[in-house]
């Protein structure tokens, strides 16, 4: 019999952390474990408010669920089918699941997740470091204490985007990433402020208009002279095929997805129509972004800071040495309870 519960985990910011659409100071994942032959299994989703998701809403779900005709947490593709047509939505509480699915299962043949996989090595993908909006002075200082990490990602998207860029250019020449969360309304803003930004050494530019403007995307791609990377318009397998045309790569969040097993299966296609790829987080603990690192391990970039930016996650996984990711050799996803 599979046995499986979850609970709420409260994770308190290091700073407020802001986007284009608000700041929090906390942020409450939900942690599922999976209990079966003696062999426990961990995975956590964080919900999100831009999809109709809250702790509540993910616990409600899970209520719901009855794993008892299922034989084994190993059938994963079987217990993932069942778990999508419970009901609609809901990606963080099922990313959980099966994050702490694929965690039993690599335990049980005692290895890696990554390595279950047929994956042989790891690729120490270079990882960005968020700053989010706050005042000039605050990204300023956010920077300062970024020194660590060799890639910058900064969240833009209001009437100071400038500014802030310029404040942060003036402190570090580190190659910037920048992250709009659909804060450009039209395409001929995010095509003024794109522009400038290559003119200040950003890579690469998330998410520019709102996901619902996906129809003039087209445009803004064949006029950028920087690479786009498709977000909130990027969740599932069945949204891949439509940004072809629209965005130049697509960045997967488990969160998001439902989980690696969809976020696999996103990866590969994408790699088909010659998008790049890239995985990125929500803020997490150690638990969510180490789910995340193997998959970044299929990636051509990664963005999997959310246990950085918190001052209490109370796990042990992933590490960030130099600025490059290291998955312990740990089985399973790698993580445990601190000591």
């Known amino acids: 019999m599979i046995s ?48 109709g998701e809250t702790y509540d809403s993910a616990s409600h779900f899970l209520s719901h669920l009855d794993l008892t005709g299922f034989d084994s947490p190993a059938e994963i593709p079987a217990i993932m089918a069942y778990v999508d047509a419970l009901a609609p939505g809901e990606w963080s509480a099922k990313a959980a ?56 990602k900064v969240k ?32 001929e803003e995010a095509l003024e402020r794109i522009e400038w930004l290559a003119s200040e050494g950003v890579e690469f530019v998330e998410q520019p208009m709102p996901a619902a403007q996906l129809m003039e995307m087209p445009w803004l791609k064949v006029r950028s002279p920087l690479p786009l990377i498709a977000d909130e318009n990027c969740g599932r397998l069945h949204d891949v095929d439509s940004l072809q045309d629209a965005f130049h790569g697509i960045n997967i969040k488990i969160d ?23 995985i990125g987080c929500m803020s997490s603990s150690s638990v969510a972004i180490s789910a995340a690192a193997h998959l970044a391990l299929m990636a051509d970039y990664a963005d999997l800071d959310g246990h950085l930016l918190v001052g209490n996650d109370p796990y042990e996984g992933i590490q960030v040495e130099e600025g490059r990711l290291l998955l312990p050799d740990w089985p399973g996803l790698g993580v445990r309870l601190r000591s």
């Not at 709420?8 to 284009?20: A, K, T």
């Not at 690729?123 to 990490?149: C, H, W």
């Not at 690696?260 to 790829?277: D, H, I, N, P, Q």
């Open 4 to 51: 499986f519960q979850y609970e709420p985990l409260v994770l308190q910011f290091r700073h407020p952390f802001g986007i284009s659409r608000w700041t929090r100071t906390e942020t409450t994942s939900v942690i599922v474990r999976i209990l079966h032959d003696g062999i426990e299994g961990v995975g956590e989703g964080s919900p999100n408010a831009r999809y």
């Open 97 to 152: 699941l099966d994050a702490a699915l694929h965690d039993w299962w690599a335990k049980s043949i005692g290895l890696p997740l990554y390595k279950a996989w047929g994956i042989a090595e790891q690729n120490r993908l270079i990882t960005s470091f968020t700053i989010g909006i706050d005042t000039t002075e605050v990204m300023v200082r956010k920077t300062q204490e970024a020194s660590p990490y060799g890639i910058l």
């Open 156 to 187: 833009v998207g209001t009437d100071r985007d400038q500014e802030t860029i310029a404040a942060i250019r003036s402190v570090t020449d580190k190659p910037i990433r920048v992250d709009a969360n659909e804060g450009w309304k039209t395409k």
């Open 256 to 278: 998001k997805s439902g989980g690696l097993l969809e976020g696999r299966k996103m990866a590969l296609r994408a790699r088909e129509l010659g998008l790049s790829v890239m």
